[in-house]
């Protein structure tokens, strides 16, 4: 087995990392308050319970257990809550805290305000609705089905269209105002050509596991992210494997992030535009039927753990699989431990703790980053873009062939050329 590294401590509410304290004082507090106003008709109990939990999260008060007692996931936050005070010490205050856990618990706590598990009403539905009309969505859904390329192109394609839609990200608008459209010196490391090599050698054979063959997307938006996650869905299916999972958050969270019911609502959507985009959403219907598309909500992609301690669930199923996909900054913070490892740190060891192969999509959102070339590209981004890691513009894509004792798989799909893919 592969050699873990010790990661560094996890990012701080503290003053000790700026832009999570503006997160927590000023970020998360003006979500809470457009959450209100896209809201009008709450009830005022729901209102007020809002209204104290935003002031709470911006004057950085105690951080407080949930309320529902009963709820399935009560016990794992008042665990993690439990485990931040012997992180950080007592009191653990939304500024005095490890940025993830106080971050994703926040938003835990605004589905409990508004009665989310009660009603089923999403209350970030008014700002995905918005996206869902606009036609700059359609516009990229139409561009990205348009291709008549060669399969291996077509899946290339698939997977850069879908790193730039992680720009459109309804909680951030300075990486939301960017679009996805981009220039070439924008995406800093770009594996494509390494994943396209073993995608193309590594196709499932008979007797096969199944999930040997199932290739893992971790989503992350909805709306644009979430309609090109469905095109890359669609090509993988095609060219590539015969099942795909794509995982889901199991409530609504950072406002844009993907559930189940998004999927549905999206692929709705496609059918009423009609054209393509339909056609599209009758084979992503098909492939659902059959079963070889899933849509997963899981609540360990709305808790506060970072990905080298998932259930085994999980990680049984990842280490057999064929490729995960893991999308977007905060999946990317829950996989790489939520702390500031030297930039240049090979991204294959600080991912070591998973077997199979791993590809990330990713707009920079946040400070963590591994896997630059050279520390001095860091450097010189510092020197020319001081906001660089934050502001949305750039982009990776990072894939770790299989580890250790799964290494032999890849090395071994090298001879079964008849059966793999035609790219």
Request: aromatic share 8%; charged share 25%; with cysteine.
């Amino acid at each position: 087995m592969a050699v873990s590294l010790k990661p560094p401590p996890p990012i701080r509410t503290d003053r000790s990392n700026a832009f999570a304290r503006n997160t927590m004082a000023a970020r998360i507090p003006a979500i809470l308050q457009e959450t209100l106003d896209l809201n009008p008709d709450y009830p005022t109990g729901v209102k007020d319970r809002l209204g104290r939990l935003r002031g709470d999260i911006g004057a950085g008060a105690l951080i407080p257990p949930l309320e529902a007692e009963g709820a399935s996931d009560y016990q794992q936050w008042l665990r993690a809550l439990r485990q931040q005070q012997d992180i950080v010490g007592a009191p653990v205050t939304w500024h005095k805290a490890e940025w993830f856990f106080a971050e994703t618990y926040a938003y835990r706590l605004l589905v409990e305000a508004t009665r989310y598990f009660e009603s089923r009403r999403d209350p970030f539905a008014p700002k995905k609705q918005s996206e869902l009309r606009s036609e700059a969505l359609w516009s990229l859904v139409e561009g990205a089905l348009a291709s008549d390329a060669a399969a291996e192109r077509q899946v290339a394609q698939a997977v850069v269209l879908d790193l730039w839609a992680n720009r459109i990200d309804l909680s951030y608008a300075a990486s939301l105002e960017r679009g996805a459209e981009s220039a070439p010196e924008d995406l800093l490391v770009d594996d494509s050509d390494d994943l396209m090599n073993y995608l193309c050698r590594s196709a499932p054979v008979p007797g096969q596991k199944r999930d040997e063959g199932t290739i893992y997307v971790v989503a992350d938006n909805a709306g644009s992210e979430l309609a090109m996650d469905l095109v890359l869905a669609d090509r993988l299916l095609h060219y590539v494997t015969d099942r795909v999972v794509l995982y889901l958050k199991a409530h609504p969270t950072f406002v844009s992030d993907a559930t189940p019911e998004d999927v549905w609502i999206m692929l709705g959507e496609m059918k009423r535009r009609g054209g393509a985009s339909a056609q599209l959403a009758a084979r992503l219907t098909a492939n659902w039927e059959s079963a070889r598309l899933l849509f997963l909500p899981h609540q360990f992609w709305n808790s506060s753990a970072f990905l080298r301690d998932m259930p085994s669930e999980l990680s049984d199923k990842f280490n057999a699989a064929r490729l995960v996909i893991i999308k977007g900054d905060a999946n990317y913070r829950r996989a790489v431990g939520d702390c500031l490892w030297p930039a240049d740190m090979p991204f294959h060891d600080v991912m070591s703790y998973l077997d199979a192969p791993v590809l990330c999509l990713r707009t920079l959102k946040s400070d963590p980053i591994v896997g630059l070339p050279s520390a001095a590209i860091a450097a010189d981004l510092d020197r020319s873009d001081p906001t660089w890691r934050v502001n949305g513009k750039r982009g990776l894509i990072q894939f770790k062939p299989q580890s250790s004792n799964s290494q032999q798989v890849a090395v071994s799909g090298k001879s079964r050329s008849s059966q793999a893919m035609t790219l």
